[in-house]
């Protein structure tokens, strides 16, 4: 997360997440994903 994320913030790409079986996924911006992670991460 700690490289990744950033790169691909810098790079212009938007992570998938949830993708289906049509291949049809979500996009959401890197910042976003990473403050979902950690957010989630804190629960533990």
Excluded: W
């Excluded at 950033?6 to 938007?14: D, N, Y």
């Excluded at 979500?26 to 804190?42: D, F, G, K, M, N």
């Amino acid at each position: 997360m700690g490289e990744l994320l950033p790169r691909l913030e810098r790079e212009k790409v938007l992570p998938g997440v949830f993708y289906t079986p049509e291949n049809k996924g979500v996009t959401i911006r890197s910042e976003e994903l990473a403050a979902a992670l950690e957010a989630e991460l804190s629960k533990y």
